[in-house]
């Protein structure tokens, strides 16, 4: 497998996302060329990218291969379609997010109920709603796309492979290319966000069977070691949230004693750490380690 046949593109979070950060798009270039992702629309990601494709490949892209239906990882796909004429596949479960991202977000819904059951304020809540649509604005909808449930590209002597890893999403998906994958939001530095707990970490044990994880943030490629530091990560926060609950707890109280007080302006930093706890007590709740009365989690075993 000849590694530089990969080419790492990043492509900027814009200003008013607020970080520094950014989405690793990858181009494979062989008898086809093959976008992995495509980050977030904007004008000057629409700049820049287009320049910088052009550069290499001279703005020739076959297939817009999408990890999962997050909007930093399609969004400026259907832009790039509209200038190349590639085809954008995606796994079916995440292929609504292309359709319709408002019905995308679907497990606001069910974060919403929880966590005005656990003592959160509904006008807060709604806040951070209309925040997300507005995002869902920036967005140009692709003109059409293909949803896999899975999928094989030969790309010239090379065979690109879907892998099926649910668990940041339920359609979320790594591309398998000989040692590499290309795996999006499924394994990050540090930590990742986590709808469905079982399956990530299933997942996460899928991607130790590669050499090179091309992450879709952050440091990449991500090594086993650092596929090993996830786990222990996931973990201790169980452990964490097991402890934390004792002697009964509301989701709020839960979620303040782990990730601290929330300031309010940032709706990513409010609303994925009351996900991302609720992933870890339903889970906790699944294995027989919590119970739930009324609004109160409650440990029922000391240790994992
Ligand atoms: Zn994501």
Same mark, same amino acid.
């Given at each position: /497998?000849?590694?530089? /046949?990969?080419?790492?593109?990043?492509?900027?979070?814009?200003?008013?996302?607020?970080?520094?950060?950014?989405? #690793?798009?990858?181009?494979?270039?062989?008898? !086809?060329?093959?976008?992995?992702?495509?980050?977030?629309?904007?004008?000057?990601?629409?700049t820049? %990218?287009?320049?910088?494709?052009?550069?290499l490949?001279?703005?020739?892209?076959?297939?817009?291969? &999408?990890?999962?239906?997050?909007?930093?990882?399609?969004?400026?796909?259907?832009?790039?379609?509209?200038? $190349?004429?590639a085809?954008?596949?995606?796994?079916?479960?995440?292929?609504?997010?292309?359709?319709?991202?408002?019905?995308?977000? *679907?497990?606001?819904?069910? &974060?919403?109920?929880?966590?005005? +059951?656990?003592?959160?304020?509904?006008?807060?809540?709604?806040? %951070?709603? *209309?925040?997300?649509?507005?995002? %869902?604005?920036?967005m140009?909808?692709?003109?059409?796309?293909?949803?896999?449930?899975?999928?094989?590209?030969?790309?010239?002597?090379? $065979? !690109?492979?879907?892998?099926?890893?649910?668990?940041? $999403?339920?359609?979320?998906?790594?591309?398998?290319?000989?040692?590499?994958?290309?795996?999006?939001?499924v394994?990050? +530095?540090?930590?990742? &966000?986590v709808?469905?707990?079982?399956? +990530? /970490?299933? *997942?996460?044990?899928?991607?130790?069977?590669?050499?090179?994880?091309?992450?879709? #943030?952050?440091?990449?490629?991500?090594?086993?070691?650092?596929?090993?530091?996830?786990?222990?990560?996931?973990?201790?926060?169980?452990?964490?949230?097991?402890? $934390?609950?004792?002697?009964?707890m509301?989701?709020?109280?839960?979620?303040? *004693?782990i990730?601290?007080?929330m300031?309010?302006?940032?709706?990513?930093?409010?609303?994925?750490?009351?996900?991302?706890?609720?992933?870890?007590?339903?889970?906790?709740?699944?294995?027989?380690? &919590?119970?739930?009365?009324?609004?109160?989690?409650?440990?029922?075993?000391?240790?994992?």
């Open positions: /497998m000849v590694i530089s /046949m990969i080419i790492p593109i990043s492509v900027p979070f814009p200003k008013d996302w607020g970080r520094g950060d950014s989405t #690793h798009s990858y181009l494979l270039k062989r008898e !086809l060329t093959v976008l992995i992702d495509a980050g977030l629309d904007s004008s000057d990601n629409r820049y %990218i287009r320049r910088t494709l052009k550069e490949d001279g703005l020739n892209i076959d297939y817009i291969l &999408v990890t999962h239906g997050h909007l930093d990882h399609f969004g400026l796909a259907g832009y790039l379609q509209r200038e $190349t004429g085809e954008i596949l995606v796994h079916e479960l995440d292929a609504t997010a292309l359709k319709d991202y408002t019905k995308a977000i *679907s497990w606001y819904d069910e &974060v919403y109920d929880y966590a005005v +059951e656990g003592g959160y304020e509904p006008q807060e809540l709604e806040k %951070i709603r *209309s925040k997300l649509l507005i995002a %869902i604005e920036m140009r909808t692709p003109d059409f796309f293909k949803p896999f449930r899975e999928l094989t590209l030969d790309l010239g002597g090379y $065979t !690109l492979r879907s892998l099926s890893l649910p668990g940041h $999403t339920p359609g979320s998906v790594g591309y398998a290319f000989g040692e590499s994958v290309f795996s999006g939001d394994a990050i +530095e540090g930590s990742t &966000v709808g469905e707990f079982r399956q +990530e /970490m299933n *997942s996460l044990q899928k991607l130790k069977s590669f050499k090179n994880i091309f992450a879709g #943030h952050r440091k990449t490629p991500l090594t086993i070691t650092d596929i090993e530091s996830l786990e222990t990560h996931f973990i201790n926060r169980l452990e964490q949230v097991l402890r $934390t609950v004792r002697s009964g509301k989701l709020r109280e839960v979620v303040n *004693s990730y601290g007080e300031p309010e302006e940032s709706f990513v930093r409010n609303i994925i750490p009351i996900r991302q706890t609720l992933s870890y007590l339903k889970y906790l709740e699944e294995e027989g380690y &919590v119970v739930k009365k009324g609004p109160l989690w409650i440990s029922v075993k000391e240790s994992l």
